[in-house]
């Protein structure tokens, strides 16, 4: 397994247009996140999912933003009519339960978004 | 709410010189405790976590951390820095009543001076 793998890795587009991120999970994890970097601040949650079912979306996540894990597998991320407010670093981590109970997540490379 | 303070925006070091990077976390709870490292435009790769016992914790790369419950704290060392240990590094907190997510600091900016 290569660990998790997002694509693109960067994407630059206009103020207005709709965007879509893919996430591809570590295969044998069952919980999914995804999070947004701003420069120069940390990771913030956007939303996670426990196989297909979305479990909680923080309020950073506009009705603009939204997000599936169809067959439980790989996560798409789509916002729509795109803001500038919204150029940031997505992130997308997988996890599974590990010995203790916890969840130890494993991040991709992030998708760079630019908005223009 | 939990929350995680790196109070340390920017640390310079000589290579070969130890190095201790401070976070400190506010929570009710005993949470589970990470540090991330992550180069220029890629991801966070894991380099140690804590989520009960032993409260010193070895990581990759020659890491360590320790939690102090009386401090709310989980500061990252290492011993000898290599010049290739320059990047940001953030800690985390989670825990198992919120689904595990993470709630991150702000970072600490680590450059290393040959």
């Known amino acids: 397994d290569t660990g998790v793998s997002q694509d693109p890795r960067h994407k630059i587009t206009k103020r207005g247009q709709n965007v879509t991120f893919r996430c591809d999970p570590i295969s044998e994890h069952n919980r999914l996140y995804w999070y947004r970097q701003t420069l120069g601040q940390g990771p913030e949650f956007l939303t996670y999912?426990?196989?297909?079912?979305?479990?909680?979306k923080s309020r950073l996540l506009s009705d603009r933003f939204s997000a599936e894990r169809p067959k439980g597998s790989f996560s798409t991320l789509e916002i729509q009519r795109t803001e500038q407010g919204d150029s940031a670093m997505y992130l997308c981590?997988?996890?599974?339960?590990?010995?203790?109970?916890?969840?130890?997540?494993?991040f991709g490379p992030g998708t760079r978004l630019t908005v223009t | 709410a939990q929350s995680v303070t790196q109070p340390d925006i920017h640390i310079t070091v000589s290579e070969g010189a130890s190095l201790e990077l401070r976070c400190n976390y506010s929570?009710?709870?005993?949470?589970?405790l990470f540090w991330y490292v992550q180069s220029p435009g890629q991801g966070l790769q894991l380099l140690l976590k804590?989520?009960?016992?032993?409260?010193l914790v070895q990581g990759i790369k020659g890491f360590e951390a320790e939690f102090k419950r009386s401090q709310s704290s989980f500061n990252l060392r290492k011993p000898s820095v290599h010049w290739s240990d320059a990047a940001e590094y953030f800690c985390a907190v989670g825990f198992t009543g919120g689904g595990n997510k993470l709630t991150f600091g702000t970072g600490t900016q680590l450059k290393v001076e040959l």
């Open positions: 929570y009710g709870a005993t949470p589970y």
């Open positions: 999912f426990q196989n297909e079912a979305q479990l909680e």
């Open positions: 981590a997988s996890s599974s339960r590990n010995l203790t109970g916890a969840y130890e997540q494993y």
């Open positions: 804590y989520f009960s016992g032993d409260t």
